[in-house]
């Protein structure tokens, strides 16, 4: 069984930086391509960005340029590297498949104010 656990966030100022992990229990060749997706109040979950095992990143247009994913240790590890936050980048991350298969576990919180 799959199982996602999401950590690294906390509050910052806007301008600043955030490393996010996400740890992963279990195998499937679901999780060749892995994203990060987030939540902000009152408002839809959205994709942040994607990573496929070979490397091939891509983005929301809000995020690129300021965000970087990677998968640096096979199926073990997604993190998101968060530069430049601003306000609007407030909200709960979470990782998932990409597309997203499994349940969403709860996420880690990033607050950006100053």
């Known amino acids: 069984q799959v199982q996602l656990v999401e950590s690294g966030g906390c509050l910052v100022q806007p301008g600043g930086s955030l490393r996010l992990s996400c740890a992963i229990s279990?195998?499937?060749?679901?999780?060749?391509?892995m994203g990060w997706y987030r939540q902000a109040p009152n408002k839809e979950r959205e994709w942040v960005a994607a990573?496929?095992?070979?490397?091939?990143?891509n983005y929301a247009d809000s995020v690129k340029g300021r965000f970087s994913i990677s998968k640096p240790n096979g199926n073990r590890t997604v993190y998101l590297e968060m530069n430049n936050l601003k306000p609007e980048d407030t909200a709960i991350y979470y990782c998932?498949?990409?597309?997203?298969?499994?349940?969403w576990g709860q996420g880690t919180q990033v607050t950006v104010s100053s």
């Open positions: 279990g195998s499937s060749f679901r999780l060749n391509v």
């Open positions: 990573v496929s095992s070979g490397g091939t990143t």
């Open positions: 998932n498949s990409y597309p997203e298969f499994y349940s």
